[in-house]
């Protein structure tokens, strides 16, 4: 983030501190996707990333100042806020990430090849699995992807709370380690090595070949 | 570059700005030279277009409208709220103001008065409120002037006035107001005369409550 854009963030917030509808509508509009999509991948449940995404803004429009530009961006301190947020949540209810037993008719057209079960980098494999068969349907790319990203969704949701965090903020919302360690309010360093170690733990996920649920319910456990 | 270093930085190849960006050259030469680490750096690059994929699925979600539409009418009923503790505040601080300046009035016209007394002790101009009007008599009336030019009724008791034999101590003060402000001293004021202002002197009692009231008019005009 630039220092315009900061600068620009800090005199947007004094603006809604005066009650400016225009200032919040600026930075509600721009901000807040990010901060929803976090709240989504962290909790994989809508509503309550809605929630989450409202409450992050109501403390704004509440307590403007406790956003201190000094001491970092804004989307770093609406990501502690909704990072706050949802801590608290979890305390509450342990069980909002509970995609694990979800039926997800995608999820079974799966990858039968020895690498990541994830399509389009043009590494997945030989093309001797159905897979790449797949890929070249019409009609079968869309499949593919969803089905990768129904994959790589479920291992993401399934990492512990500290490594889904480094792994939405630095992957899925592209935020650099500084501005990551920002946001979580911890060194570069230890964003680092928490992404390394959720990489490899995601990598593992994946590796996992993937249940078939009907085809379990006559005893067949997974595709071999 | 070993294999254990590769490892270390594995995930970081394609991430610009990172340790292993900067090395992403002799990363790639080991890989070409073992077979376990160049199966890693694909295992790593299809994980990456996994999240980019996840990434892309998710890049166009947001909030619902209801959302900010919630957040702009807390902004409002927040801005209201603000404003009146403003208002509030002013109201208090004028109204402290107005006090403090009635009082140092007061206090300055009690301390002329005295001198007043005794600089001129004959003047057939004293206007001494027990003189005035035998109901009302201030201990320590102050001294108002009535000039050659000017005429005045005798002071009437305002309905709330004190019993004035309890009075210690007191001031005249000449105020001029609006006609219609008469009424709320209980004088009779006709509908057709209550535009413009009149003149009046208002006995006072120490603690600032107005306990008499007489009009002054200029001579050749009406003042009631």
């Not at chain 2, 702009?72 to 503790?85: I, K, N, P, T």
Request: hydrophobic share 40%; glycine share 8%; proline share 5%.
């Amino acid at each position: 983030m630039t220092q315009t854009t900061d600068l620009r963030d800090a005199l947007l917030v004094r603006r809604i501190a005066v009650g400016d509808e225009d200032a919040f509508a600026v930075v509600y509009r721009q901000k807040h996707p990010a901060i929803y999509r976090f709240a989504l991948h962290m909790t994989g449940n809508a509503s309550v990333a809605e929630d989450v995404t409202q409450e992050v803004f109501m403390a704004l429009i509440r307590d403007p100042r406790r956003f201190d530009p000094a001491r970092g961006t804004l989307g770093g301190f609406l990501f502690g806020v909704a990072r706050n947020h949802l801590r608290k949540r979890w305390e509450q209810d342990r069980r909002l990430v509970a995609m694990d037993g979800d039926p997800d008719d995608l999820h079974e057209g799966e990858s039968a090849n020895g690498h990541l079960g994830v399509s389009g980098s043009g590494t997945n494999g030989s093309g001797n699995g159905h897979h790449g068969v797949l890929a070249h349907a019409p009609g079968w790319d869309e499949f593919a992807t969803a089905e990768t990203v129904g994959r790589v969704r479920q291992a993401v949701s399934t990492l512990p709370e500290n490594y889904r965090e480094v792994v939405v903020l630095c992957e899925l919302e592209e935020m650099s380690y500084e501005e990551a360690a920002s946001a979580l309010d911890c060194p570069v360093g230890t964003v680092r090595s928490r992404l390394h170690r959720a990489r490899a733990m995601l990598v593992e996920k994946l590796r996992e070949p993937r249940p078939l649920r009907r085809a379990s319910a006559v005893g067949e456990g997974t595709v071999r | 570059m070993n294999c254990a270093q590769f490892e270390s930085i594995v995930h970081e190849i394609e991430r610009p700005g990172t340790e292993g960006f900067a090395l992403r050259e002799s990363a790639l030469e080991h890989a070409e030279s073992c077979g376990r680490c160049a199966r890693l750096m694909i295992e790593a690059e299809s994980l990456d277009s996994g999240l980019r994929a996840l990434m892309a699925a998710a890049a166009e979600q947001k909030a619902p409208p209801r959302v900010e539409a919630k957040l702009m009418a807390e902004l409002r009923r927040q801005r209201g709220a603000v404003l009146q503790r403003r208002v509030r505040r002013q109201i208090v601080a004028l109204s402290t103001a107005a006090v403090a300046l009635l009082a140092a009035g007061l206090s300055l016209h009690y301390w002329k008065g005295k001198g007043g007394t005794a600089n001129h002790p004959a003047s057939p101009s004293v206007n001494n409120p027990a003189q005035a009007n035998g109901a009302v008599a201030p201990a320590s009336p102050n001294i108002i002037e009535i000039d050659d030019s000017e005429s005045a009724s005798s002071f009437q008791p305002l309905p709330y006035a004190d019993d004035p034999s309890a009075l210690e101590d007191g001031a005249v003060v000449r105020v001029e107001m609006p006609r219609a402000a008469l009424a709320s001293f209980g004088l009779p004021v006709a509908a057709m005369e209550s535009d413009g202002t009149v003149r009046a002197d208002l006995i006072v009692s120490a603690d600032g409550t107005p306990q008499a009231i007489r009009l002054v008019s200029q001579n050749g005009t009406s003042s009631e």
